[in-house]
């Protein structure tokens, strides 16, 4: 295990301190590395706050900005924010607009965002992201995992409360957006974490892990290494199952790398993952490529595909300007 | 050695082929993937045209489009593209202004660019990119590499030839951005290739190697892991004393990753660089963090100074609209 880090305890600091530095017209990191809110505070609109733990760079912090959120609430690796950090970013944001908490499904964000939901003054409500197909198979008692498609749900949110949505209508969005996005990953190799522990099991060297998540979590099964024209058409499979019946529609297609795979292989993917859509007769009319949604260094690709509708496209396709997503 | 693609054979094309369709508003790609050029060709100025082996992503590729290149000639992973190639995309793109050939300084660069310039028909000259600090402590006959420097010839060129700086100013401002910028990696791991032969040596597990190429060429030396700070001072002492006395100036601050490099690392390195130069009297006033000039899936980082003046301030700060930069 090697990493460009000072030290397993100060990397959160370290990377949030020279994030908010590179991007000191984009984010301000607020006393006590809280939380970061945009540089230029937007006033009279629902402010939409996220967060959870560290680890999956640019998620949350690079999509704080004009267009998408107005704070992000970073905890530890793997580990939510505290209920305090979120309470103090939604007491120094929210106007009369109130507050629309934007939460990934897993257990402890969602308890924490519930006790900050508790404690704060201000109108609010919470949106829960849960795109990853996987646990819809698998289901535990916490559902399906929130990973990639977050990125589009807080585009679209961010588009939508830029241009004045209220509360309500936020809320509205937000489901109307999880119910056309879904998401699934593949693994080649696992994260290590910055004191060196390995997530989980390891992978063989020809092995990869279908349906991974983003903390590494064990996805549907192992299977050998195939082409990544075999991995789309399985990914796509996966995705197209649980949507239902939607061909012939226009989607947006997102290919995020997980944090160690060069960008030429997530264009492969892309490249693979398009085809196999256009077959089955959805037209990608959008896409995205890139490391977003990441965990650690983490060998591998998540697919996501949002169907999209005029509303939709056209909040995708309005101006963002934040650190990871600028348009 | 696991990636995500078909095979080894069809890595470059899928890439090409996916990258293409994904900003097929900004790139169009030549027949038999011969070059990409702007998906608008732009008229009446000098044309920019780069290019070099694959492995690189997203250079050169990423780099075309309005305010940047007008054309990128991607080779096979790591070997430099055909006279063949060069010539086509010139005479495809030169008009009166003329075509600036940028290379990075490779032997085989250098040597088929050279045989593509004495075939193209129209006005044109070279513009040698060779930023590595490194060789010019262990010269060889080449010279000193072309490295992640490229990324800043590259945009400050790409907004004069924009604005109408005729052949003889690019070439001019390219050797004054040349002067002023350096820079130097260091790899926690090497890349592997596509066929699955490792470059070069490897690494122990807590070793390091300072100056490495992106090709995984040897560096200065192997040394024992340090904290991203310590790393941060040996690499900002090379530069510094490679620029000369060039305190109180003001700096942009380019943190690159190699491949595999998780984005939070990168930032850590950004901030332990930023404060090393500022503590050296050099003030970062632009700076730019991400995976530009890569080296398949190395792990590790390169950082690139760059003295600023008013007018490269402004040509860094030009609109900009490629797939891998835009503001």
Not at 28 to 38: E, I, T, W, Y
Not at 98 to 110: E, T
Request: charged residues 25%; glycine residues 12%; neutral net charge.
């Amino acid at each position: 295990m090697k990493k460009l880090m000072n030290s397993p305890k100060t990397l959160v600091a370290d990377w949030l301190d020279g994030f908010s530095a590179a991007h000191a017209h984009i984010v301000a990191l607020a006393p006590g590395r809280k939380f970061l809110r945009r540089a230029a505070p937007a006033q009279g609109k629902v402010a939409l706050i996220s967060g959870g733990g560290s680890g999956h760079e640019p998620l949350h912090a690079g999509f704080v900005g004009r267009g998408m959120l107005d704070a992000a609430c970073p905890g530890p690796i793997f580990t939510a924010p505290t209920p305090d950090q979120i309470v103090e970013a939604a007491n120094a944001l929210a106007g009369d607009a109130g507050v629309l908490f934007i939460v990934k499904n897993y257990a402890g964000d969602r308890m924490n965002f519930e006790m900050a939901a508790e404690m704060v003054r201000c109108r609010h409500a919470t949106l829960l992201v849960e795109d990853d197909v996987v646990d819809a198979e698998t289901p535990r008692a916490i559902g399906r995992r929130g990973v990639a498609g977050t990125v589009i749900v807080e585009k679209m949110l961010g588009a939508a409360a830029e241009a004045g949505a209220d509360l309500e209508a936020c809320l509205a969005l937000g489901e109307k957006v999880k119910g056309r996005t879904r998401s699934i990953g593949v693994a080649l190799s696992y994260c290590t974490l910055p004191d060196g522990r390995p997530r989980y099991a390891t992978l063989g060297p020809d092995e990869m892990e279908f349906g991974v998540g983003i903390h590494g979590e064990p996805g549907r099964r192992k299977a050998k290494l195939v082409s990544a024209d075999a991995i789309a058409e399985e990914l796509v499979s996966a995705i197209l199952a649980d949507l239902g019946d939607r061909r012939s529609e226009d989607a947006l297609l997102l290919i995020n790398g997980l944090g160690g795979t060069p960008l030429s292989e997530l264009y492969v993917m892309y490249n693979s993952t398009r085809r196999s859509l256009e077959r089955r007769g959805v037209r990608v009319v959008r896409s995205l490529v890139g490391n977003f949604v990441t965990s650690l260094d983490m060998v591998g690709c998540s697919v996501t595909v949002a169907l999209l509708d005029a509303e939709l496209t056209g909040l995708w396709d309005s101006p963002v300007h934040t650190a990871a997503l600028r348009w």
